[in-house]
Nanobody
């Protein structure tokens, strides 16, 4: 059973920064790829950043150069450093195992709200 807890969201002005954290359990964390996703009102959830167990990363074009995903395989945590935030980054942010996220019946945490004011 996957269990995910996200934190670190908040209200920030455009150009500001936030660091999101996620504690994950229910899988063999160190070998599983993890991702940060976001869902804005009226839109589908999208993958914004992913990281393999070995630390290789990939990013959505909309966040490249501004967001950085990282992980700590000892603490079973994944992070998202978000810089130069824009109003269009406003969304609820979720983390998940990449495999779990592709399961239509997969488990998700409660997410953390990020609001960027202009």
């Amino acid at each position: 059973q996957v269990h995910l807890v996200e934190s670190g969201g908040g209200l920030v002005q455009a150009g500001g920064s936030l660091r999101l954290s996620c504690t994950a359990s229910g899988g063999i964390f160190s070998i599983n790829a993890m991702g940060w996703y976001r869902q804005a009102p009226g839109k589908q959830r999208e993958l914004v950043a992913g990281i393999t167990g070995g630390g290789r990363t990939n990013y959505a074009d909309s966040v490249k150069g501004r967001f950085t995903i990282s992980r700590d395989n000892v603490l079973n945590m994944v992070y998202l450093q978000m810089n130069s935030l824009k109003p269009e980054d406003t969304a609820v942010y979720y983390c998940n195992f990449i495999l779990e996220a592709t399961n239509p019946n997969g488990s998700w945490g409660q997410g953390t709200q990020v609001t960027v004011s202009s």
